[in-house]
Structures are given as C-alpha cells and as structure tokens.
C-alpha cells in the first residue's frame, strides 16, 4: 500500500515538474503541496519525527505514572495528521488539481481508508494497558463521527465512543479540553496543529502564534507534544490567496 502512495505521489511530481512554477500554480491550485506530501508519503526523516514525538511522550508518561497518586490520569489526542494519516485523500485532489473543499474531505471520512500514523497504535495500547484514559479530540463536524469511529477502530486503536469528541457548534476546542480536565489529570497533549493545545493558539494570527510558542517553549516536549504537518494547517493564513510561495521566501539575512 505504501508504494501505492509514492507512485502516486511521484505520478503528481512529474506533472508539475514539466511547467513552470507559475504556469504549475495556474493551472493546479494545491501545487505548493506537492513537495510536502512527497516528504510525508516517502522520507525517513517524517518518520523518524513521528517516532521521536510518540517516544517522548511515553516517557513523559512514564514518569508521571512513577507518582503513586490516586487521581485519575488521561492523555488528549487530536486525530487527523496525529493518529489517522489523510495524506491519501489529499494527493488524491492534487492529482485532479482539486481546490481543497470541505464536501470532498466529507467523501475522503465516509471512504474510511485513513491510516494510522506510524508509531501511534503502540503508543495507544501503552496508554489503555496502564489505565491512562485516551479521549480523542477532532474538529471534524459531528456527522462524520460513524465514519471516524469506524475508521480508528478498523485500523485497531481501542475507542470508548464517550472519549470520542467531535465538533459541535462551537469550533474552539477548549470547551471540550476542559470537560476532560474536570475528571482526569491531563499528561500530555498530542496534536499536529498548534490550536490542538491549551494556551490561546486558536484564532489567532500567524504572528501571535510564533510570539505563543516562544513564550510557552518549556511546554514543548513536556506537556505538549507536537507532531510534522507540512501539508496544511492555521500557517497556511501566511500564503496569499493565489498560493504563490516566491515571494514569501526570505533571502537575504
């Protein structure tokens, strides 16, 4: 399956290689990705990131467990790009020189084909053979919840439906953060994308948030674990609307 993913990708590479870049952005606005899913489907080094991540968050969880207390301890997860790898979907939509849409993500959830990421599954059963409860995070809408529930559990991640937390009305996931937070101690977080962590990421501009990560960088490889997302993500809100990365690109010191 995996070489699937690479023909696939590589299939993309060859399309946009032969055109200019400009020409290649006209005519395919999802271009700019093609790099970044590239380096997710094939590289080592994405690999080796998510491994390192997954690695370090049991250890952290291991040293929490070394306190003999008696509350009751969870670790919070978001799922896309986290637990469940789309980047299929994605290459998908670049391959027809698809603009990403929301109804097309919808037709990707309802496939129930995502994969889980590489590391994830172990780490998981780490955490239910030890008693830390797992709840799962996601701002995917509430109706895609049979489809996601479905696709963790074909792909074996043990789900309590109840630990399952979708997106609602509301789009902010702090609401649902501290529903857990009234029961369970809180480990760690795990997430791809800064608003999957406690700290006022969400809604804020890509400034603001560099200023937050400086200010919390003791939080990182603690309590917050972040995993790589080149393919999208709130740092999109740099690239104008055209998608154009030269000029965006720092070239002098």
Known sequence: MRSFFII??????????THSNHEAAVGNPREYQVGAYLWQQTSGEY?????????????????????????????????DETLLDNSVG??????LGLSWKENKFNEWVKSRKASAIPGTMDFVKFLVERQVEVFYISNRALSM???????????????????????????????RRQQVLKKYDVIVYLGDNLSDFPGGFEKTSVETRNALVEKMQSDFGQKLIILPNPLYGDWERALPSDKSRIDLLKITP
């Open 47 to 79: 690999r080796a990131l998510v491994h390192q991540a997954y690695n370090i968050a049991r250890e952290r969880v291991e040293r929490d467990l070394e306190d003999k207390h008696n509350r009751k301890r969870a670790v919070i997860f978001d799922i």
């Open 8 to 17: 696939l990708s590589l299939t993309i590479f060859a399309s946009c290689s």
């Open 145 to 175: 919840y049979d489809d996601t529930y479905a696709n963790l559990v074909s792909v074996g991640f043990p789900v309590k439906k109840e630990n399952l937390m979708l997106m609602g009305e509301v789009h902010s996931k702090e609401g």
């Open 90 to 95: 994605g290459a998908q939509e670049i391959n």
